[in-house]
T-cell receptor
Framework: GAVVSQHPSRVICKSGTSVKIECRSL??????MFWYRQFPKQSLMLMAT?????????EQGVEKDKFLINHASLTLSTLTVTSAHPEDSSFYIC????????????FGPGTRLTVL | SQQGEEDPQALSIQEGENATMNCSYK?????LQWYRQNSGRGLVHLIL?????REKHSGRLRVTLDTSKKSSSLLITASRAADTASYFC?????????????FGAGTRLAVHP
């Protein structure tokens, strides 16, 4: 299967700082990537769809100014949590959609964000 | 938003027993997929079943899909301790486009040696 990486795998930051998470498709090009958030013992909640070369599409209730998404190339999407607060502490997972297969998404290993 | 519910929320069984998890959804779908997630880790894709399929097998996994009831089940036969994980169904639909996947609430499976 295709490989998607995330960096960092774990980050701890102070309240009020910004944190950037990278999602890379290592062996294929992804025009579309997705960002999910997962709270403990809960399911994945889709936050936004990241489209290469255009603005991200956010799900209802997700603040676009809070969660900045940049999909600058066909292999890289970044999620920046701005002015992070403790309630933003969560597990953030990205996925990349591979063209040519039917809705085959490959998931990254996730990033654990802890805001103190 | 989540597409639907999974039951049970938690399941505890002994090694060698079969585990059955159910997933219900609300809208018409194109495909339904099952994923496994070990604690604190990423997702592992298990199986995809298309809306025009009723049953699919992969190793010890058996998935059924009943579009009239908007439900699916995942059966793991002869379970092993290594099967301990959370299991999620995910659906995609032409109704929301963009190849988005919407996940169910998940079932936490514990297999005891």
């Amino acid at each position: 299967g295709a490989v998607v990486s995330q960096h960092p795998s774990r980050v701890i930051c102070k309240s009020g700082t910004s944190v950037k998470i990278e999602c890379r498709s290592l062996d294929f090009q992804a025009t579309t990537m997705f960002w999910y958030r997962q709270f403990p013992k809960q399911s994945l909640m889709l936050m936004a769809t990241s489209n290469e070369g255009s603005k991200a599409t956010y799900e209802q209730g997700v603040e676009k100014d809070k969660f900045l998404i940049n999909h600058a190339s066909l292999t890289l999407s970044t999620l920046t949590v701005t002015s992070a607060h403790p309630e933003d502490s969560s597990f953030y997972i990205c996925s990349a959609y591979r063209q040519g297969t039917y809705n085959e998404q490959f998931f990254g290993p996730g990033t654990r964000l802890t805001v103190l | 938003s989540q597409q639907g519910e999974e039951d049970p929320q938690a399941l505890s069984i002994q090694e060698g027993e079969n585990a059955t998890m159910n997933c219900s959804y609300k809208t018409s779908i194109n495909n339904l997929q099952w994923y496994r997630q070990n604690s604190g880790r990423g997702l592992v894709h298990l199986i995809l079943i298309r809306s025009n399929e009723r049953e699919k097998h992969s190793g010890r996994l058996r998935v059924t899909l009943d579009t009239s009831k908007k439900s699916s089940s995942l059966l793991i036969t002869a379970s092993r301790a290594a099967d301990t994980a959370s299991y999620f169904c995910a659906t995609d639909s032409a109704e929301w486009g963009y190849n988005k996947l919407i996940f169910g609430a998940g079932t936490r499976l514990a297999v005891h040696p």
